[in-house]
């Protein structure tokens, strides 16, 4: 049977080729701006990275790696991502889907409580996190007397960057789940799943393309966070530093190749987590579009 | 298995969706309520089926009180609007959802649930699509699928909201038809929400005519059409002209004049006239009815509709003559509603 709905993609783009494009010559000032652009202030540094990291050849690069407290600084920023993305992501999941099946009181407030991290100076929220935790806070004392160490080590390191980067799965979820509305979850429940089963068989399945969106943005960001994870650091060589701060140290030391060294590897994670956003649009791309329904 | 609505008020922040309403369904009946939008129907709908709670009232599941059962303990097949199928699932494994999330011990085996999909399938005739996707079937199919997917489950009623509201209008009278065999096949208890009366008077055994958060009439599709008790039912469903009236003495009176129609258990007072633009007799001699200059006129379908302009105040009525009688072409017609109802005017 012929189905209009199954070619919505052709149908829109003859007609907007028809009916809004640009002059040519427009669209070549339009196209090369914005390649322009890209090129100078996205590929250009990336590229200048790596030329500085290799400037002396391979052998600097290669112990520069090899630094013990460079390789303490790429397990540290590793597991800092490995706690603080899986966090997010189930913070994430909740939140959206509150925000987006619920109706209740304060929905307004906790919107714009999850773009509080967006908003506020990164910098400002480690400081948060001193004044919270740090010796002369209220909990302070308590958590000496505990013998719980929050401050200036991996905890402190965790919760900066939970903080700085909850917002990328949420923001994902928010729209996408609000667009599909309850209809399947009302659905799955008539036919008499349980709560669990529609959230495992139906929402999740759903929502899975723009969950991984924002894994791989939170996982990006986790890595790359500098400043409120600076601020709760306390830059202890070998042990709570991460990357970003290394390369920071190490720059201001005027070891500029081992110092773009570690950028490069930096920057290769986060070209490895964009690969393969790209990869996945590329291999799934329909049935993305299938599921975000446009 | 019966349904019994008692007393349900239901509010959403405070506004009543529903006042009031009560309904028995038989068992096996075939049941729509009909309204427009806004009138609470679908409300009604997701009451019974447990998808909201009352805010007052009880509904009953035979003797039982099911006002406080889960959507999945009350066991209704719910078809939605928009029918909801699992886009990424294929069909057979949409139709087999609702025994693959039974508890371990009633669940069927695989084998099993593919089997009682095949059979639904061809129940609503779509054999052979079991591995499609949802987005590979077209609107009526989809509509047929989501039915199969809530029979699945054996449900004790069968609710549909809008059921042919997203489909176009030949697709509509097919799926009409063959629900009300499918219906006749199954024998559930259906409850069907729609805004289409021609829909609702077709298919229903009785229908539920709701306006405001309020049941007007309930009734067959013979009783609704032929007798409605209010000028809402009237308006809403067939066509209907209306005039203001006043009743003297038991005769019914347009300004000075009587027009041959009495009333005798109405008190005196002002009144609206209702009566249906075909249920009209022409008359000659204008002894006693109702006379007016033709306003205007247009050919619909197989009759042709006559406006006229009534008395000083020039109210308009409509009025369905065969085409080509003689009487559209005269300037002055007179006519007498034959079968019609008067409603007091309020307050």
Known sequence: MADPELYPADAYHQHASLAVT???LARAALMA???AFLAIFLLLPLVVVFEQAFSRGIAPFLSAINDPDTIAAIRLTLLVAVISVPLNLVFGVAAAWAIAKFEFKGKAFLTTLIDLPFSVSPVISGLVYVLLFGASSLLGPWLKMHGIVILFAVPGIVLATVFVTFPFVARELIPLMQEQGTGDEEAALSLGANGWQTFWHVTLPNIKWGLLYGVLLCNARAMGEFGAVSVVSGHIRGLTNTMPLHVEILYNEYNAVAAFAVASVLAGLALVTLVLKTLLELRYGAEIAATRGH | MEVRVSNVRKEFDRFPALRDVSLDIRSGELIALLGPSGSGKTTLLRLIAGLERPTRGTIFFGDEDASNRTIQQRNV???FQHYALFRHMTVADNIGFGLKVRPAAKRPTRAEIRA??????DLVQLSGLEKRYPAQLSGGQRQRVALAR?????????????????LDAQVRRELRRWLREIHDATGHTTIFVTHDQEEALELADRVVVMSQGRIEQIGTADEVYDTPNS???YGFIGESSSLPVKVEDGQVWISDRPIGLSTPDLGDGEATLYFRPHDIELLDDCNGCIAGTLAASRRVAGTRRVELEIGGARERVEIELPVGHPAAQKSRVAFRPKRWKLFPKEG
């Not at chain 2, 009682?116 to 399938?121: K, N």
């Not at chain 2, 809530?150 to 997203?166: C, N, R, T």
């Open chain 1, 22 to 24: 640009e002059r040519p």
């Open chain 1, 33 to 35: 701006l914005a390649f």
């Open chain 2, 77 to 79: 097949g719910f078809v």
């Open chain 2, 116 to 121: 009682r999909a095949s059979e639904l399938l």
């Open chain 2, 150 to 166: 809530a029979m699945a489950i054996e449900p004790k009623v069968l609710l549909l909201d809008e059921p042919f509201g997203a």
């Open chain 2, 231 to 233: 000028p809402f039912v």
